[in-house]
């Protein structure tokens, strides 16, 4: 082959889709044109023509990946060559890695492709990530001829975390064998020393480039490598990065306008601290430039964009969704869908699909996707799309259109809308979008992606208050959802679940006995036992809804068999909680009387307990997650509203109340407050049932619930363990990165406040007038004198002072504390002003006044860098006095208030008190704790009162703690949707 005969070949398939196609599938021609890339004289024209190439279809990309294209141009990047070749190699493999990650997905603007199921394409994608190809290439990032082109590269390929991870992490190789050298011998390894960065800092660098298309391809890289990903979002907020690249989205170039854009959203939403006022502020300019785009008169292309980017910023997030509600953006966005939208009374719209452009198709597609994103949360938004804007029409005539991406975002807006109790009962119905988005569900040849958001709006349709459920159940629902969840699709079948858990939830019993007729109640066994722990999950829920009332209580214990129902439950609770499931806000973990450590405790279940691998019913032999934990306590709580027999059968089952304790010990509040709902409505009923809580030591665990004793652990090496109850603590470890500080008010004339860097501690004591001060740890100190501890090689200096007591009965204590730890923060200062009175009903003030911080990040992936901060924020908290039932008004007890204080690498202060949840578990537990000692009395003064055991509330406590959590995810309908999608 000549050269002459490569040119004509390269003017022929440039624009020509069918010429690509006709020499991509001719037998052999690929081959030799990879051939042709070792050959000098013919290496640039057969690197344009492979360029050309994979712009084509999947049939011509099928061909350059057998062919190995992707390693042969690797191999000649590695080759010196002139400029002009590295170009164009440089070209064709970013041509060529950019239409394998689209072919393998996900589209980086809107639903695109269907993801390719090849193998080939996937294998290849990983190998351009792999440690050795990002040796060839990304070095030619600071070379002049290939920057533009590898920026983009990274742009366009980077798709997934593990690839972004591999790119963020990757060093050169020169300086990577530094590092090997300078480990000892022992540590020597072949792995990657994951101590990258390098092509951050290589991209910022070149952001204030005058060079428009590589500032624009470096804006795009950078967002790439920023989605999804926390620590490149802190870096390039903390480095000022953010603020150079939101100048640009008021640049006088367009492109660089929109790629600025992207990226600075990317950099937010990776970022866990958004929400903060500098944050806001980035969020508002994005916002407005893109309005503009929506707005004014722009090209179909950058209008789609900037919808897509306003639909990254907000999606899942309400407040940005609020913020862009209130920045005039869906009215925008509906004004934009009108004017490309055909009328409504065409009488089959789908027929201009047909001449319909593929941009403006795009351009629907991704205006009511992100009207979609933007209503997904507020019913307010919800009334202004239907009422104000009138755009059920519009989305009515979308979801016949042909053009798939047009149906989705459709499909998107009626699960958006459905989710308003308002809007489902009246708009939707009336509209006709009910029965539409149910014939499109129905559809067995639609593509998978539009059943899978038709199914979500139908999980909010089928909910109670839908007049549509009976209508669904009519027109064949139930054997579609089973077709599904036979499926092999997770995705469908989980929202195939889904749909049926919100069906079966108040409806009556011989519906519920039709869906389960058609379900399988061997199936939904089955399914418990689903090595996918979402499945699982719904599987209880449906099992949860299904006993909802006496009738529903009796079928499932039927139906599955008491003790395999049981067995299966029980087998869940005891199974070791995941780790950190007892972390949350307002959530610990109680120590167990006897035990020294209630997270790592383990009740072994008694002699008669059945193991999980004896008992006939399939339990994933993993940890449960917190989700299937709940639904567990939840469904349990459930069935205890049964009938004598049925709770005996409960209450008699052999390890459930070893499982309860250590449900109660390990779990957080959401799974405690089913589980101590049960507990009172077991014990007002029966007092065997008392008796045999007793002895299985809930007593102990109850009373360790209501008296707030916990245990704080340390992050990886568990140093600094905070105090239990009327104190402070502060806990670190050599290799975490978060420092935290926990400061516990009592609510009593006693002030109480302890430092305890792991093992040595301070604490004050301030009674009536007398403050006295005591150390642990051989430490002694007066009012105002400093001292320091040292933990893990770091130090921790305190200093504390008194001030001027307050008048009679009243006491007032200051303390400040300046620490200085050099990992991962340098210095932070906190003064702690704290009031309290001397009076029963007790009032506590804590403000974090100040906190100013030298950071100095040194995290291996980056280079270190130093900034400082000055933030103000005040917590107020007053505890109120509770009286146990049986208990006079002198000898009334309070509940106790904890801060925590946690100081991230960002650095940032997150707070966290005791929930109204975490009250009501406290107050059910005391309920319990109240029943079970003193049980045997009350029930003796109801009988002489003539009353009936005094049990009449008894449904309040378990019903109460049990239904709530599905009525709260399926009457808002996601419930479905969001945890769907």
């Not at 051939?35 to 690197?47: N, V």
């Not at 149906?407 to 509209?431: H, N, P």
């Not at 979008?433 to 499109?440: A, D, P, S, V, Y």
């Not at 957080?668 to 007793?694: A, C, D, Q, S, Y």
Request: with cysteine; net charge neutral.
């Amino acid at each position: 082959m000549q050269v002459g005969e490569l040119k004509r070949l390269k003017n022929r398939v440039i624009g020509n889709p069918s010429a690509k196609k006709q020499l991509a599938t001719q037998p052999g021609f690929v081959a030799l044109l990879v051939d042709c890339l070792g050959r000098f004289d013919l290496r640039i024209e057969a690197a344009h023509i492979i360029a050309s190439i994979s712009y084509g279809d999947a049939d011509a990309l099928a061909s350059l990946l057998r062919a190995d294209t992707l390693r042969t141009l690797l191999y000649a990047l590695s080759n010196p060559a002139d400029p002009a070749a590295l170009r164009a190699f440089a070209r064709a493999l970013r041509t060529l890695a950019m239409s394998v990650a689209e072919a393998v997905g996900p589209s980086r603007w809107g639903l695109g492709k269907e993801p390719t199921d090849s193998e080939e394409a996937r294998a290849t994608l990983d190998y351009l990530f792999h440690i050795d190809s990002l040796d060839l290439f990304l070095p030619l990032l600071v070379d002049k001829p290939t920057t533009v082109h590898i920026a983009e590269l990274v742009a366009f390929s980077v798709r997934s975390s593990d690839h972004r991870k591999a790119v963020t992490e990757w060093i050169p190789p020169a300086e990577r064998m530094t590092q090997i050298k300078t480990r000892r011998g022992w540590e020597k390894s072949t792995e990657t020393v994951a101590n990258g960065g390098w092509v951050v800092r290589t991209l910022v660098a070149l952001v204030p480039t005058k060079d428009i298309k590589l500032q624009e391809a470096v804006l795009l890289a950078l967002a790439a490598l920023a989605k999804d990903n926390p620590l490149v979002s802190r870096v390039l907020i903390h480095e000022g990065t953010l603020t150079s690249i939101l100048d640009l989205c008021k640049a006088r170039n367009l492109d660089v306008q929109l790629a600025a854009c992207l990226s600075a959203t990317h950099i937010l939403r990776a970022d866990p601290s958004h929400s903060c006022a500098e944050c806001d502020a980035a969020a508002r300019t994005i916002i407005s430039v893109i309005n503009r785009f929506i707005s004014d008169d722009h090209t179909p292309q950058n209008k789609n964009k900037a919808c897509f980017i306003l639909y990254y910023l907000v999606t899942d997030d309400p407040q940005l969704s609020r913020l862009a509600y209130e920045r005039s953006c869906l009215q925008k966005l509906s004004t934009l869908l009108m004017s490309i939208t055909p009328p409504a009374e065409q009488s089959n719209p789908s027929d201009l699909d047909s001449d319909e452009p593929e941009s403006i198709s795009a351009l629907r597609e991704a205006a009511l996707t992100t009207i979609a994103s933007i209503a997904l949360f507020d019913n307010d938004i919800r009334r202004s799309m239907t009422d104000d804007l009138h755009l059920l029409p519009l989305i009515s005539v979308s979801l016949a259109s042909e053009h798939v991406g047009v149906k989705y975002g459709a499909c998107q807006c009626v699960r958006a809308v459905s989710r308003s109790v308002e809007v489902l009962r009246t708009s939707v119905v009336d509209s006709g979008l009910g029965l539409k988005i149910f014939e499109l569900f129905k559809k067995e040849t639609e593509d998978r992606r539009i059943v899978g958001a038709a199914i979500r709006a139908v999980c909010n349709i089928v909910c109670e208050f839908s007049p549509l459920r009976p209508i669904y159940l009519d027109k064949g629902l139930m054997p579609r959802l089973v077709q599904l969840i036979s499926g092999s699709d997770s995705s469908l079948r989980l929202n195939a679940l889904w749909a049926i858990k919100n069906l079966v939830r108040k409806t009556s019993t011989e519906t519920k006995k039709d869906v389960m007729r058609q379900l399988g109640w061997a199936r939904v066994v089955e399914l418990l036992g689903d090595s996918d722990e979402a499945i699982v999950e719904q599987a209880l829920n449906i099992l949860r809804n299904l006993a909802e009332n006496e009738e529903g209580i009796a079928m499932v214990f039927k139906e599955v068999g008491t003790d395999r129902l049981l067995g299966i439950l029980v087998g869940f609770l005891s199974q070791p909680s995941p780790v950190g499931s007892s972390i949350g806000t307002g959530t610990k973990a109680i120590a167990i009387p006897g035990s020294t450590s209630s997270t790592s405790s383990s009740i072994p279940p008694t002699p008669s307990s059945p193991s999980a691998s004896s008992l006939t019913h399939p339990i994933p032999h993993t940890t449960p997650s917190h989700d299937i934990l709940l639904q567990t306590s939840c469904t349990l709580a459930n069935l205890s509203n049964g009938t004598p027999s049925q709770q005996s059968s409960i209450v008699s089952y052999p390890s459930l109340l070893p499982a309860l304790r250590q449900t109660l010990a390990e779990g957080n509040t959401e799974i405690r407050r089913p589980i101590v709902g049960m507990l009172v409505e077991l014990v007002k009923n029966n007092h065997k049932f008392r008796r045999e809580m007793i002895q299985g030591g809930l007593v102990g665990t109850l009373k360790g619930l209501v008296s707030g004793k916990t245990t704080k652990h340390g992050i990886a090496a568990g140093a600094g363990h905070g105090s239990a109850t009327g104190g402070g603590g502060v806990s670190s470890s050599p290799t975490s990165t978060t420092g935290s500080m926990a400061m516990a008010i009592p609510s009593s004339p006693t002030l109480g406040v302890s430092v305890s860097p792991s093992s040595v501690g301070a604490s004050l004591a301030a009674a009536g007038r007398s403050p006295t001060w005591h150390g642990s740890g051989g430490h002694a100190h007066a009012p105002g004198h400093g001292h320091t501890h040292s933990f893990g090689g770091r130090a921790l200096t305190h200093s504390n002072s008194s001030s001027g007591l307050g008048g009679v009965g009243h006491t007032t204590f200051t303390s400040t504390s300046t620490s200085s730890v050099s990992y991962p923060f340098t210095t932070f200062s906190v003064t702690f002003p704290f009031i309290f009175t001397s009076d029963v009903v007790v009032s506590g003030a804590f403000w974090f006044s100040r906190y100013t911080s030298s950071c100095t990040h040194s995290h291996p992936s980056f280079t270190p860098y130093s900034r400082s901060y000055a933030r103000s924020y005040a917590y107020t908290y007053t505890p109120r006095a509770r009286a146990r039932a049986h208990a006079p008004l002198s000898s009334m007890s309070t509940s106790t208030s904890s801060l925590s204080l946690g100081l991230p690498l960002t650095p940032s202060l997150s707070i966290s008190a005791i929930t109204e949840d975490d009250k009501d578990v406290i107050e059910r537990a005391r309920q319990a704790l109240d029943w079970l000692e003193h049980g045997d009395v009350y029930t003796s003064m109801a009988m002489s009162l003539g009353l009936e055991g005094g049990a009449s509330a008894s449904g309040g406590g378990a019903s109460g703690g049990t239904t709530e959590g599905v009525s709260a995810s399926s009457a808002s309908g996601d419930g479905a949707g969001a945890g769907a999608t």
